[in-house]
């Protein structure tokens, strides 16, 4: 029986920061909204293109199916760039006279977050924007572009040409002006399948992304300082108290600092939404190789999260005849993102599943 009562206030949780992001996108944002990707055009005289413009509205899943492919977690709940592109041809577009143009004013231009260790910069997150292909990676190149709308607008005219269409001018990145016409508007999947992608994998990119569009929510420009502001206001709102601090979407910052009493609040108010959005042991997603051959396998869901000197799982366990078990640990020490050191302190979460709390933080 771990009580959360040993729970400190100042532990870095890591990728269970999305936990937060998850809990105030589908409060702030709403389950069912959508992020769309447009196309629109500047026409010749003849009505044929001449500049096709590719415009971002920070649906942060767009993605060629060679990407996912190659992906460690692949991405799901996805948008599929091969079908923008089809959507294009279908629209009858054939012969773009002018460039493929990137547009990525919808969100600001923040490419990463402040604090970051430069390491993290284009492996770990980022380039950020409100037009990302891929994570921006752009296929066949072993770094990551520093203009991720410029290489979305690349890798669609790839996937033109590859359809017949002539693209004359290249691919640029700009504004958009105000005399085009619209050929395609693309909806992403909704808010709570996003957040699902992201909690599942641990998506860094899909978590930055939405804590700028919260920031766009309530403050009218999508920036991650806005987003973190309306995180603050929604936890007081929701009768957390002060004591926390939060520097990013995605926990990538060890400047984070939350006690497990905050998960666990966060876990009993989306009791109903969290458990059916988040990885499965032994399953999917970053807990796929965890508590296979275990009682716990295809019943713990959870989410992670690790940096160096951190280990975190918070989750549900299903308990027959009874409510499910919350569980939060958070764990700060030298090499506990070790297997040798986390895995038997995780194995304990098996031992009796007729527990009825198990909470706890070292």
Not at 25 to 39: C, I, M
Request: hydrophobic share 40%; aromatic share 6%.
């Amino acid at each position: 029986d771990w009580s959360s009562d040993v729970c400190s206030s100042d532990l870095v949780p890591g990728s269970a920061v999305k936990l937060v992001t998850a809990a105030v996108a589908l409060e702030v944002l709403g389950a069912d909204t959508t992020f769309t990707t447009s196309v629109r055009a500047v026409k010749n005289a003849d009505g044929s293109v001449a500049d096709l413009f590719f415009v971002g509205g920070g649906d942060p899943l767009i993605v060629r199916n060679e990407y996912v492919a190659s992906e460690k977690y692949p991405t799901f709940n996805q948008t599929s760039l091969e079908s923008i592109a089809d959507g294009i041809v279908a629209a009858g577009v054939r012969t773009i006279t002018g460039r493929i143009i990137g547009v990525d004013t919808y969100l600001d231009a923040e490419r990463y977050v402040a604090g970051w260790p430069l390491e993290f910069h284009g492996t770990e997150s980022g380039p950020l924007g409100a037009l990302v292909v891929d994570d921006g990676v752009v296929i066949g190149q072993p770094v990551k572009p520093d203009d991720p709308a410029l290489a979305a607008a690349g890798e669609l005219s790839v996937l033109l040409q590859a359809r017949g269409v002539t693209v004359s001018g290249g691919v640029a990145h700009d504004v958009l002006p105000s005399d085009t016409e619209s050929i395609l508007d693309v909806p992403s999947a909704s808010v709570s399948s996003v957040v699902g992608e992201m909690l599942v994998n641990s998506d860094n990119n899909t978590a930055e992304t939405l804590l700028k569009h919260i920031g766009l929510k309530g403050k009218g420009v999508g920036s991650t300082a806005n987003g973190l502001a309306v995180v603050a206001e929604t936890l007081a709102k929701w009768g957390v108290p002060d004591g926390w601090s939060m520097l990013d979407g995605s926990g990538l910052s060890s400047g984070n600092k939350f006690s497990c009493a905050l998960f666990d609040a966060l876990l009993v108010r989306f009791e109903s939404t969290f458990p059916g959005l988040m990885a499965v042991a032994g399953k999917s997603g970053t807990l796929r190789e965890m508590f296979r051959d275990t009682p716990l396998e295809g019943l713990l869901v959870g989410k992670t999260g690790t940096l160096n000197g951190v280990k975190a799982l918070a989750g549900y366990v299903p308990i027959d005849g009874d409510e499910p078990v919350r569980f939060v640990l958070l764990l700060n020490k030298p090499g506990v993102d070790n297997k040798s050191a986390y895995r038997p302190i995780w194995s304990l979460l098996g031992e009796d599943r007729k527990s009825t709390r198990l909470n706890s933080s070292h």
